[in-house]
């Protein structure tokens, strides 16, 4: 932050403009709520990345309200932080945290506020634990910031949430096209709908089309593996398993390659399919849709490459069909070792009903447009993402008035 206030703004600790939400749910009184553990809430993009509900938990909870801000609490350098329209219940690992004097703090700016990397800071500095270092509330209301006057606060932000609001509804579309791409995948691929009036042949996954084919994975898909160069490299982009959800990069945030994990080690490239070998349930895969050069990924990802006879786009709809799924954590889970976890070479061998590449080409010249669509929206979305992570501490501390953001802005919306 500037070392020099701007003129009207006043220093607050955090304590006397914020306060805690305490409520405690016991699990039999869970009525249905809906349910936020730490694994829902995204690391350092604000969203969230699934939910729950109350009768997947069995301890105690507390209880949020719509507009409250919950802070994940372990390890505060992950950044999760997430303000919900709706109420429910949350992990008790997630601070609740509301403005207790909205004559000095509105609620949402104090959300943008626990948004920045400053406020980040103060969290780390005060956390305690070595292992799982959790940050302490107590030294947190100790922290001072700075404020704007109301009028301003209001006016960041209302900029700061145009940003929060189109980033979000992008995301619904393109989730809404991805259901829409899914929805006739079914159709085309598993209820052989435009099919219907042509021959079938027994298959030994059941009737199929004539010309269709059963194939194993193996013949229609390879593993890549490929070093990542770190020549002339002197930060990275690092995509851990945690780092993707369902077809979503969730950071691009980029690191000095020192002091990088074991496990970066993988390079991929545009057109490659990202699937974790952990818990695949938890549907930890991507589409690699951009150019990814600077991008170097944990060698628990599977990295997977279609072969001569499939589409790149519908090897990746086989693989992440919710039946597919469903088989691959069957594997996993009948795996031993420390957690469910699969390989290539353990699931090379799973049979899939391939189409003729004429009939494929058929299907993505419908879906196409589509998925074209959708990488515009991820496109905008980098860099909506990346106004507002650059705006946020500027406008937090002063450094950038409103006038200068309210110009920037209407440039971008």
Request: charged share 25%; net charge neutral.
């Amino acid at each position: 932050m500037n070392e020099q206030m701007p003129e009207n703004w006043k220093t607050y600790k955090l304590g006397e403009i914020a306060t805690l939400r305490k409520q405690t749910v016991r699990p039999k009184d869970f009525n249905g709520e809906k349910y936020i553990g730490l694994e829902h809430i995204g690391q350092g993009d604000f969203l969230l990345n699934g939910i729950g509900i109350s009768s997947d938990v069995t301890s105690n909870k507390f209880k949020f309200k719509s507009g409250d801000i919950l802070y994940g609490k372990i390890r505060p350098y992950f950044k999760k932080v997430y303000k919900p329209t709706f109420s429910g219940i949350c992990s008790t690992d997630i601070l609740i945290i509301k403005s207790s004097s909205e004559d000095a703090v509105i609620q949402e700016y104090l959300y943008q506020l626990i948004k920045t990397q400053a406020f980040t800071d103060k969290a780390v500095e005060t956390s305690s634990g070595t292992k799982m270092p959790r940050a302490d509330w107590n030294s947190l209301e100790q922290a001072e910031f700075i404020f704007p006057p109301l009028s301003e606060q209001k006016s960041i932000a209302s900029i700061l949430s145009a940003l929060d609001d189109k980033i979000e509804l992008n995301l619904q579309m393109n989730k809404t096209l991805e259901e829409m791409a899914m929805a006739l995948y079914k159709h085309w691929f598993v209820d052989f709908g435009p099919f219907q009036d042509g021959e079938f042949l027994d298959s030994e996954l059941g009737k199929i089309p004539k010309g269709w084919e059963v194939k194993r994975l193996d013949e229609f898909a390879l593993k890549k593996s490929e070093s990542f160069n770190f020549k002339n490299k002197e930060d990275v982009v690092f995509v851990n398993t945690g780092d993707v959800q369902e077809g979503r990069f969730l950071h691009s945030n980029r690191l000095p390659k020192k002091g990088l994990p074991g496990q970066a080690k993988k390079a991929i490239e545009k057109g490659d399919i990202l699937y974790s070998e952990i818990r695949p349930k938890n549907k930890r895969f991507a589409y690699v849709n951009f150019d990814s050069e600077d991008y170097v990924v944990s060698t628990k990802f599977m990295i997977i490459n279609p072969k001569s006879n499939i589409l790149s786009k519908l090897l990746y709809r086989i693989l992440t069909m919710q039946s597919t799924v469903d088989n691959l954590n069957s594997i996993a889970e009948g795996r031993s070792g420390t957690f469910p976890q699969i390989t290539f070479d353990a699931i090379s061998d799973l049979k899939f009903i391939l189409p003729p590449l004429d009939v494929q080409e058929q299907f993505q010249a419908i879906v196409g447009p589509m998925e074209l669509k959708q990488d515009e929206l991820y496109i905008e979305n980098q860099t909506l993402t990346q106004l507002r992570d650059t705006l946020l501490p500027k406008l937090i501390s002063g450094e950038v008035r409103v006038k200068d953001a309210k110009k920037t802005l209407s440039e971008v919306l």
